[in-house]
Every structure is written in structure tokens, then in C-alpha cells.
């Protein structure tokens, strides 16, 4: 039953991906913008969360709900004031921009808080485990990957069933034509990149709670995420879950054979899916 | 007047597509603008929408200047716009792309999503069906309903007809005057001359971005159009 456990425990993995990709793939699928330093805001809003857990005694769940309205105007902000400035036919100025923050959020994030690992304390619920019979597993995997699924049907109500969602994909497919109905295609990129950054601080929540983080990791997460997101097909929450499961039970199995060959099966299976679906497993019809 | 250019040049990039349009539109009124292929109607209608930019007032709406504001601006302003192509949202389904028409500015009047499908019964049963898998004349329909649904004081329709079959192209003007009994302005852009003139009240003619010909649309004679139409002798 040895095996069973590895793929459930690359199953829940996968949640984690998942999450770290979320973000990413809801500002490409609206924006066609690839934002480069989606891994470092997520390690952003991990020590925004580690600082109210310091500085207001609470417990990081409650620190992340303070934190996420917070990483929502900072998002929206960003989108309005630097990023809807470069987004345009040419797509790379706004790589440049996301690089070059990427760069200053590492840099800044060294300057405030050191070098150090940190790490989100939750308590009692770091070791917990269930039973589920068969196999045993833990708390905190349980949770994220039921948050990952929480966020993605969450993602998708807004998608399909609200009017912001409507508007989401009005400009998504076409905006000249989106503000010929009165929508503002940049005040909508700027709700996004708000959205994006909410997804971000549950990632972010999960991440610290799970493993230690420092200012540096921010890019390898940022690889993760964009593999999750290529493997399910730009744009498809649904397949960047699966994305996510694909690399987390990769990853798992590749750390049962040999613990060094963790990260690198993750990025074999990567490879083999994309040589495999170039287009992902579940591509958006339009594109 | 409820619309009006004033000497209104627009340009893509260094390309001058108009070259001083003077247009009115009163309220209530249908106006039809036709031109070959090039003369600049479109340009003119994104001009006044918005999506081409130029200088305040060369475009005035109730007398005040918004040539120089975005679309949504303009949209909200009651100038909505059933553009070139249909231009139907994919991701959409036929009544999402209804409902977005009236997401921003739902001013009160007759239009709903009720009232569009009396106008046009195919689409209450297409209304789950994504807007684009439709046939061109229910697309073309969809558009239509699309920007009714804000309840525009100002219509602009570019050349509805386009690629569609006579019959469909019959259909598709048979609701126009129900929408103009509800006091909405209407410009109708259109290459299809008769049918152009059949639901206007005066035409313009335009040829390489000037406007060649200004005639009530009864009265209004082939030589003329013609002449018009294409600079030559009829
Ligand atoms: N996006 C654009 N960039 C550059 N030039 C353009 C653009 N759109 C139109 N033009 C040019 O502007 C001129 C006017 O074009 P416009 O589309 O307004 O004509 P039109 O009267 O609507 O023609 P049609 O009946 O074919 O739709 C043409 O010479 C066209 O080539
Ligand atoms: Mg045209």
C-alpha cells in the first residue's frame, strides 16, 4: 500500500500547485499577461501574513483574512497604475515590468525581513493526521487541497455566474468590442489583478504554514505554477488543478524512488505532457 | 441635435481616413450613410463612439463635446453601437451577450431581455447556445438585441446586412421600426443602397472620407447616388 500513499500524497500536492497557479491563470486568461513575479508576491504576502501573525498575535488563518483585502488594492493598484500602462500588442514590455518587480519584491523583501527562513506557525494542526482507512494522511495537505478546490469552484461561480464574471470574459475575448458596452476593459484588468492577489494570499497562507520560505523561493514557485497552468491548458482552472495534481504526484513517486529526484520527476512529467498535448490537457476552445 | 460632427478628421496613425465629416442626427430621426467600400463609414462610427479618439468637439453629443472620450464614456452616454462583423463574444452565451449590452447603463424604456425576444423569437430558443455557434442572421440579430439592451437615446448600426442572404437581410430590417417607435435616433450604415433608404428619413453619401451627398431619403434620385457614390458622371 506503499504506492497508494504516494499517490495520495501527490494528490494533495497537487492542491498546493494548484493554488500557486490559480492566480497566474486568471490574469493570463484575462489579460494574456504573464506576470513573472507571481511567485515572489506570493512569498510577499506570506510575510505580509507572517508580520500581522507577529504584530497582532493571531493565528495565520485570521492574519490572512486580514492580509487579502489588503493584496487585493495593492493588486488592483499595480494593475491600474503600472501594469494596464504597458499591456498592449507588444508583449514585452509587460514581461519586463513583472521581471524587474520581481527582482525589486526579492530585493525589498531581503531588506525587511533578512535572509532567514521563516515559517506561518498554525499550531496543533501542522502534525494532525486521519485515518481514511487505506491510508493515512495529514490536516494541513487535506486542507490545502480542499482550498485549492474551494477556490476553484469559488473562481468559477465569478466566472459564470456573476455579472463581473460576464465582464471578465467580454474582455477577455475581445475589449475594443467590451467597451462598446460601457465596461472599462483596464478598471476590469485592475478587479483581476485584485481577484488574482486575494488567490495569491491563499497561497501564500498554505505555503508558509506548510514549509519554510525565505525571500529567494519566490521564482521556483513561479515554475511551478507556470507548469501546472501549461500542463492544463492555458486558461482552464479545471486543468490547472490537474496540472497541479500531475506535478505533485510526479513529484511524489519521483521522492519514493530517490529523495533527490523529487523536483526533477515533477519537471519530467512536465516535459512528457507538453511533448505529449503541446496545447495542454483541457485548451481553451478560443484563443 | 442629439448627435453631430463638426469638421471631423480622423486618422489611424499617419493614414487620414475622414477629412472634415459634418453630420447631424435629430432626435427621433433616421439617418442612413452610405459609401463604397473604404470611404470611411466605419471610421465615422468609431469616431463617435469612441474607439478612434479625436479632438473634443469635433463630435458633439446634445451640443456637448465627446470626441475625444473612450467608448464606455460614450456608451453610457446613451450611443450604443451594433458594430462591423457582429462581433459577438465568443466565451458568451447568446443571452450573456444580451445581458452585457445592458450591464453598464440599463436606462428605462422598452428594451429587455423580454422585449428582444418578442422582437426576435429564434434567439429565446438559442439563448443557452454559445452567441457564435448561430447562423450570421441570428448573430446579426443577437447584436442588435445586444445594444438595445441599454435602452440607447442613439443607435448606430454598421451595414447589419453584411453578408447575409436577401431573406435574412429582410428580416433583420423588419425590426427597425419597431426600434425607431420607440423614439431611439438610428444611423444605419449600409452598402445595400434600397434597403438603406427604405427605413431612412435623409441619407448621406461618402466617398474617401468626405461626405459627397446630403438628401432626404424619398425624393433622393439614382443619379444622384450615383454621382455621389462614385465621384463620375451617372
Ligand atoms: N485599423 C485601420 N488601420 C489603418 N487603416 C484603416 C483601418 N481601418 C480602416 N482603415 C482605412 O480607412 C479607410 C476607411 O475605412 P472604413 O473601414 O472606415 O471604410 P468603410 O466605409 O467602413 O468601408 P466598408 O464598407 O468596407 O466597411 C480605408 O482606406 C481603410 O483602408
Ligand atoms: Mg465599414
Redesign the interface.
Known amino acids: 500500500m506503499i504506492w497508494l500513499d504516494t499517490l495520495v500524497q501527490g494528490i494533495l500536492l497537487g492542491g498546493l500547485y494548484a493554488l500557486f497557479a490559480a492566480g497566474l491563470s486568471l490574469v493570463f486568461g484575462i489579460m494574456r499577461l504573464v506576470n513573472l513575479a507571481h511567485g515572489d508576491m506570493i512569498v510577499f504576502a506570506a510575510f505580509a501574513i507572517l508580520l500581522i501573525t507577529q504584530t497582532l498575535g493571531l493565528h495565520p488563518f485570521l492574519a490572512a483574512l486580514i492580509a487579502a483585502p489588503v493584496m487585493f488594492a495593492l493588486g488592483w493598484a499595480l494593475q491600474r497604475f503600472v501594469l494596464n500602462r504597458v499591456l498592449g500588442k507588444d508583449i514585452l514590455p509587460p514581461l519586463l515590468v513583472t521581471f524587474g518587480l520581481s527582482v525589486a519584491l526579492q530585493n525589498g523583501l531581503l531588506q525587511g525581513f533578512s535572509a532567514d527562513s521563516q515559517r506561518l506557525a498554525a499550531g496543533p494542526l501542522e502534525s494532525a493526521s486521519v485515518d481514511l482507512g487505506l491510508v493515512t494522511v495529514g490536516w494541513m495537505p487535506l486542507l490545502t487541497f480542499a482550498t485549492a478546490i474551494a477556490v476553484i469552484v469559488g473562481l468559477n461561480q465569478i466566472f459564470y455566474r456573476t455579472a463581473l464574471g460576464r465582464a471578465f470574459r467580454a474582455t477577455s475575448d475581445d475589449p475594443v468590442t467590451a467597451s462598446l458596452m460601457g465596461i472599462a476593459p483596464k478598471g476590469v484588468f485592475a478587479l483581476a489583478t485584485g481577484l488574482a492577489m486575494v488567490v495569491v494570499t491563499i497561497a501564500a497562507l498554505y505555503l508558509g504554514m506548510r514549509s519554510n520560505f525565505d525571500p529567494s523561493i519566490g521564482p521556483a514557485r513561479l515554475i511551478y505554477a507556470f507548469e501546472a497552468v501549461i500542463i492544463g491548458g492555458l486558461g482552464s482552472l479545471w486543468g490547472t488543478l490537474a496540472g497541479g495534481v500531475i506535478i505533485g504526484v510526479a513529484q511524489t513517486f519521483g521522492a519514493a524512488i530517490n529523495p533527490e529526484w523529487q523536483i526533477l520527476a515533477g519537471h519530467l512529467a512536465f516535459l512528457v505532457v507538453l511533448l505529449l498535448r503541446p496545447r495542454g490537457l483541457f485548451p481553451r476552445a478560443v484563443d | 441635435m442629439i448627435l453631430e460632427t463638426r469638421a471631423l478628421t480622423a486618422a489611424y496613425g499617419q493614414f487620414r481616413a475622414l477629412f472634415g465629416v459634418d453630420i447631424t442626427l435629430a432626435a427621433g430621426e433616421t439617418v442612413a450613410i452610405i459609401g463604397a467600400n473604404g470611404a470611411g463609414k466605419s471610421t465615422l462610427l468609431r469616431s463617435i463612439?469612441?474607439?478612434l479618439r479625436n479632438a473634443p468637439d469635433m463630435v458633439l453629443h446634445r451640443g456637448e463635446p465627446i470626441g475625444a472620450l473612450?467608448?464606455?464614456i460614450v456608451?453610457?452616454r446613451g450611443i450604443?453601437?451594433v458594430?462591423e462583423g457582429r462581433?459577438l463574444?465568443?466565451?458568451?452565451s447568446v443571452e450573456?451577450n444580451l445581458?452585457?449590452?445592458g450591464?453598464?447603463?440599463r436606462a428605462p424604456g422598452p428594451w429587455s431581455l423580454a422585449a428582444i425576444y418578442d422582437l426576435f423569437p429564434i434567439l429565446q430558443a438559442k439563448r443557452l447556445a454559445p452567441g457564435t455557434s448561430l447562423s450570421g442572421g441570428q448573430q446579426q440579430m443577437v447584436a442588435i438585441g445586444?445594444a438595445l439592451m441599454?435602452n440607447p437615446e442613439v443607435l448606430l448600426c454598421d451595414e447589419i446586412s453584411l453578408g447575409l442572404a436577401p431573406v435574412v437581410i429582410r428580416d433583420i430590417y423588419a425590426a427597425l421600426p419597431a426600434i425607431k417607435s420607440t423614439g431611439t435616433a438610428v444611423i444605419v450604415v449600409e452598402q445595400d443602397i434600397a434597403r438603406a433608404l427604405s427605413v431612412a428619413d435623409r441619407v448621406y453619401c461618402m466617398m474617401e472620407g468626405r461626405v459627397t451627398l446630403t438628401a432626404p431619403a424619398q425624393g433622393v434620385t439614382r443619379a444622384e447616388i450615383h454621382q455621389a457614390y462614385f465621384g463620375g458622371a451617372a
Do not use: D
Open positions: 463612439t469612441g474607439v473612450p467608448p464606455e456608451m453610457r450604443a453601437m458594430p462581433k463574444f465568443p466565451s458568451l450573456e445581458l452585457i449590452g450591464q453598464v447603463r445586444r441599454s
